[in-house]
């Protein structure tokens, strides 16, 4: 059997626009309020959430040509493999706990004090008289009337209490009351003066700085978590760099307090450029230990070669060299410093980093260029008289030594001024100011964004619900499930809910006599057309109509098609074979008794249970009086007598059944039909039950001939929707 769903949503399959289309129309209400919801959400944040200021800073990062000692001591030599950090690099740091913990304490964020004001009353109280004073205005004690600031300095609790109110009271000039959670008694102490309590859970450490408040004035204190803090400020913080390549990097802090905004990311970029200084000055210092071991060193053999050479101009006199070698000695003992300042760099940067660190590499390079320069000059000097190889030899180690010592020691006089922390890497160009405005909301952004929002979850919902309910709302629903064809499609009628609950006690309630050209009487008669078109005869004119569960709408189909088929001149008998819940009599307006369970159980004869109905050419069977166990006056022959009895008379008779899945007799009043319709309701049945609905009637050896779509809401896009208003037929809204 075919199981094919195609304009029921199912996650399984496609989803159709009609499909959600359908969904959202079914569940109109619910998906109007969720929207609604979003919306009065959205018009919140966008009209009347606390407003939101944002400063920025700008960083400017040094290149690294006025910075290259500042990382080592070799001048020029250090710039060709100096590692400089990159801007990006630069941005995290600033953005790290480490810059960002420092200026939360200095500024204490993670302390909340505040006067304790009534709500809108003291507000108002403090814009009225700015002056310090009445805490008990209006005899109402124990709150702020005027204004009040105070300032602490250290305010340390036991994690167990951050985040728990305390109370700070002004008591005289000088003095302060503090109590709150985990202290038996109140306690006293002085401004400018810490005070360390002991508490239930731990110590705590309160230093108030100032209090400007009159005396009783009460104060509310919170320990907010310093991590909770830290971590806040860093999501509202956002460093980039403004320009690709440029070392300009500008910093941006959103929050609602544009004076803690100004104030804090000020602090955060004093931070960044103390914590900046403090890494040059360790690396410096770092460098001036090594320094510190190799200068005494150096001196002493400048020292021991000066000696050397004076003792060898007294025992031969001054050697004269040709300009050649005078120049070649000159090259070589460049050479030769630089060859030498360069391995004592490699020896300070081992301490650092391993052999395959880039910097390690770099000098390896640069020592291995030198020592073969260096070959090619001793060479020359190799080429002199021994006398004067000898002098030559002396006077470049004297000048080499000279050379490396006068570095060394100028390098030593620039590392100490690092040290003492008087140069950085980068430098703040812009400083952090107070935002005077707010971020401006682009308001009908947001509520669009709202709307769009409550759309997609209204939407969701109403497909989440068709699916998990299974109604159908479709004929392809049903074909492609049961593999049934659905012979018609009946639109939801506005005039018969009206006229129902109008129609008074006795009175018909036919909607084919009070509105013939209702959208709904058309559909049936399309039905009756399609149902004289069968060619049934005599013998074969039982017409049954049931359905799955209840409120389907098979009796509304049954009442009104018998007075369909009536008014085209064809006699038709109506029976009501819900012996339990039967309600046709209602809609015909006669009695509900004798009917056919008084006929079933012997009580009456057959002529008195036939009523003549309002609607010509119609005739009908009512239920009956209500018994207890009806459903046993249909097993045996059960309707056949009355059904072979009324034939003959009847072009048709249609009979009324119960629903399938509610009482067990539907399965043997089925058995007496020619034609069965199986009447299902959109929006309202579900393809399970209609399976098992048509399961129950095979076991029986019965299967339905059709399906009736009953109470279809016509809606835009689906096809036959512009028929509701072609000519009379027009459908009326609101149902």
């Keep these: 059997m075919p199981s094919t769903q195609t304009g029921l949503p199912d996650p399984r ?103 304790r004001r009534l709500p809108l009353i003291g507000e108002l109280a403090t814009s009225v008289d700015g002056a310090s004073g009445w805490p008990g205005w209006l005899g109402l004690s124990g709150y702020a009337w005027g204004s009040a600031t105070a300032k602490v300095a250290s305010f340390e609790v036991p994690s167990v209490l951050e985040g728990r109110p305390f109370r700070l009271i002004r008591i005289s000039a000088r003095t302060w009351q503090f109590s709150g959670p985990g202290l038996a008694v109140p306690v006293q102490g002085e401004i400018g003066v810490e005070r360390v309590v002991a508490s239930s859970a731990g110590d705590i450490r309160l230093l108030v700085s100032a209090l400007d408040a ?182 470049l180690d004297m000048r080499v030594a000279t050379d490396l010592y006068t570095v060394l020691l100028g390098s030593t006089q620039q590392l100490q001024l690092l040290k003492a922390g008087r140069v950085a890497s980068a430098r703040i160009v812009d400083v952090a100011m107070t935002p005077d405005t707010p971020v401006r909301r682009n308001r009908v952004v947001m509520m669009v964004v709202a709307l769009l929002g409550g759309l997609i979850c209204g939407t969701g919902f109403a497909y989440v619900m068709s699916w998990l309910l299974g109604a159908v709302s479709e004929a392809d629903d049903i074909e492609g499930a049961l593999g049934i064809g659905v012979l018609g499609t009946m639109p939801q009628s506005a005039q018969q809910s009206r006229l129902v609950a109008t129609a008074e006690k006795g009175q018909q309630r036919l909607l084919a006599l009070a509105a013939p050209s209702d959208p709904a009487i058309e559909s049936l008669r399309s039905l009756r057309t399609a149902l004289m078109l069968s060619n049934a005869s005599r013998d074969k004119n039982v017409l049954m109509i049931t359905a799955a569960e209840p409120s389907a709408g098979k009796s509304f189909l049954a009442a009104n098609l018998a007075a369909v088929l009536g008014a085209s001149g064809q006699r038709v008998l109506l029976v009501d074979a819900d012996v339990h819940r039967g309600y046709l009599h209602e809609s015909f307006g006669v009695p509900q008794s004798p009917g056919l369970s008084d006929f079933l159980a012997g009580e009456v004869k057959l002529d008195d249970i036939v009523h003549a109905g309002p609607a010509p050419g119609v005739d009908l069977i009512t239920g009956g009086t209500m018994r207890a166990q009806a459903d046993d006056y249909f097993i045996g022959a059960g309707l056949a007598p009355v059904l072979d009895a009324c034939r003959a008379d009847y072009a048709w008779i249609i009979v009324d059944t119960p629903p399938i899945l509610a009482v067990a007799d539907t399965t043997m009043l089925t058995r007496h039909a020619n034609v069965l319709w199986l009447v299902a309701r959109a929006g309202q049945s579900r393809l399970g039950d209609l399976r098992e609905s048509c399961k129950r009637l095979r076991v029986c050896g019965l299967a339905p001939t059709a399906v009736i779509l009953n109470g279809v809401v016509q809606r835009l896009g689906r096809y036959g929707a512009t028929y509701c208003t072609y000519g009379g037929y027009r459908a009326e809204r609101g149902s």
Excluded at 15 to 24: N, R
């Design 214 to 395: 009159a005396p009783g004035t009460p104060f509310t204190l919170y320990r907010r978590s310093r991590q909770k803090v830290v971590d806040e400020v860093r999501s509202l913080l956002a460093v980039q760099e403004r320009v690709k390549q440029s070392g300009m990097i500008v910093a941006t802090l959103k929050g609602h307090d544009p004076g803690q905004v100004g104030a804090l990311l000020r602090e955060i970029g004093a931070q960044y450029i103390r914590q900046n200084v403090e890494r040059k000055a360790a690396e410096a210092a770092q460098s001036l230990d090594f320094l510190d071991v190799q200068l005494p060193k150096l001196k002493q053999q400048l020292e021991l070669v000066q000696d050397r050479y004076t003792t060898m101009n007294v025992d031969y006199g001054i050697i004269d060299l040709p300009e050649e070698v005078k120049l070649s000695l000159k090259s070589a003992a460049d050479a030769q410093t630089k060859l030498m300042l360069l391995l004592q760099k490699r020896d300070e940067l081992a301490t650092r980093f391993t052999s395959a660190h880039p910097a390690m590499v770099a000098i390896a390079r640069q020592i291995a260029a030198v020592r073969e320069q260096k070959q090619g000059l001793d060479h020359t000097v190799k080429r002199l008289p021994a006398l004067q190889q000898r002098a030559a030899e002396l006077k």
């Design 13 to 115: 399959g496609p989803i159709t626009l009609a499909g959600l289309l359908d969904a959202m129309g079914r569940y109109r209400w619910a998906v109007a309020a969720i929207v609604l919801a979003w919306l009065m959400a959205g018009a919140r944040f966008a009209f009347l959430a606390q407003p939101v200021y944002k400063a920025d800073m700008l960083i400017q990062l040094d290149d690294g040509a006025t910075s290259s000692s500042a990382r080592g001591w070799l001048g020029d030599v250090a710039a060709l493999f100096d590692i400089k950090s990159s801007a990006s690099a630069e941005a995290q740091i600033i953005a790290s706990r480490l810059v960002v913990t420092r200026a939360v304490d200095v500024l204490q964020r993670h302390v909340d004090i505040a006067p």
